[in-house]
Structures are given as structure tokens and as C-alpha cells.
């Protein structure tokens, strides 16, 4: 069986979903990327979850079409593998159905950066992509959906956003592994409820101070990082 090990990792991925309360029923759907083998790990369509082993994962090659696996793969299946022929430093992909993050995909919004949670994992709003047109949902709609993430994101860094809530649909996240990306999972939906309570407690709340943005991101991320133990 190929990649046992990145078939493990995924699985795990997608129970971490379950588990933190991201996805009900078959909702949902995580993958993992072997750079090397060029070869997508991803979920199976439909498959109850506490019912997915290791070998039910569907490998693919970066065009979708299946390399090993008895079993359909996710219906996103064509999104993943678009992010990850744009995006060379991610090796995970998770898309859920949360709650939280949803309704503000649905309502079209940004999530904004209301504090400095938020700015610890996001330089900046969570941002929405743009609707997509009647012939991109009927032709290729989910090779589109990835289109309209990596459109938006621009030249942004994957890894400085790695969340996008895709317009009338729900959240989708990346990061440098499947863990990575689930993980992100979770603090996009924990963002999404912070920024409606936020909303609800003063409607005209503003987003901080880019300066306070500044401080908590870049304390995190990149080369001047200073969170956590020296490696």
C-alpha cells in the first residue's frame, strides 16, 4: 500500500474534525500532499467516519485521477488539488462545515481582525472569494472553487492567510501538513464565533491597530518570530 504513513496522518486529520465538533455526519474533508511523490492523500466520498480505516484513503496525482484506492474520493477532491499545484509549501488541505465560519461565508464577509487572537494566526481579515458565475458552478465547479481561493489570495503568502471562506459555501484552510491545516481548521471556526460575539456585544466595533496587528502576527511568524522555545 503507498504512503502508509501520509494515509495515517490524513485519517487522523479528518478524526481530529470530528472531534473538535467541525463536521456532522460525512460533512467534511481533509487530504495531505507527498511533494515528492506528487501524489494527493484525500478522504473518501461518503464514508462514515468512525467507520474510515487507513486503507479506505484515495491517493491521486495532482490532476485527480486516482493512482490506489477502491473507494470515490472527496467531491472537493478538484479543489485540493488545485491549492496544491498553486501552492507549493502546503502539504495539507481541510475543508468543514463549521458552524460559525460558515454563516459568515454565507453572509459574503470577511472575517475581520477584531483583536489580537485573531492576529496571532492571521496577518489581516480572514477574506471571502468572490461568488462564482453560473458557468463556472456548471462546468468544473469545484476545479473553480479553487480557482476563486488562489484568485483572491493573490499575492498573499498562503501560509500568512492560510484560511479562505469560499462565498454561499464554507471555510477552507491549508498549512505546511495535514495536521497543520486541520489545526487551522479549528482556530478559523474559534475566530469566526469570537468575531460574531464581538459584533453582537458593539456593532461598530473596528478592527485593531494595524501596529497591535503587526506586534501579535509577526511575534509568531516569520524570520523575527520570538513565540515559543528556540529550536
Known sequence: ????????????ANLELVRRGLVIFTFGNASGMAREERLCVIK?????YDRMK???MVVTDLD?????????????????????????????VVHTHSRHATAWAQAGR???CFGTTHADYFHG????????TAEEIGAGYEANTGVAIIRRLGATRPLDCPAML????????????????????VIVEELAAMALETI????????ISLAQRDKHFFRKHGPTATYGQAK
Open 110 to 112: 470577511e472575517i475581520p
Open 166 to 185: 469560499v462565498h454561499g459555501h464554507a471555510p477552507f484552510t491549508w498549512g505546511k501538513d495535514v495536521a497543520g491545516a486541520a489545526y487551522n481548521a
Open 54 to 56: 487507513p486503507a479506505d
Open 1 to 12: 500500500m503507498m504512503l502508509e504513513k501520509l494515509r495515517e496522518e490524513v485519517l487522523e
Open 44 to 48: 473518501p466520498s461518503g464514508v462514515p
Open 64 to 92: 485527480g485521477r486516482i493512482v490506489e484506492g477502491s473507494l470515490r474520493p472527496s467531491s472537493d477532491l478538484d479543489t485540493h488539488v488545485a491549492l496544491y499545484r498553486a501552492f507549493p509549501d502546503i502539504g495539507g
Open 125 to 132: 481579515p480572514i477574506p471571502v472569494s468572490a461568488p462564482l
Open 200 to 207: 453582537a456585544i458593539n456593532p461598530d466595533a473596528q478592527p
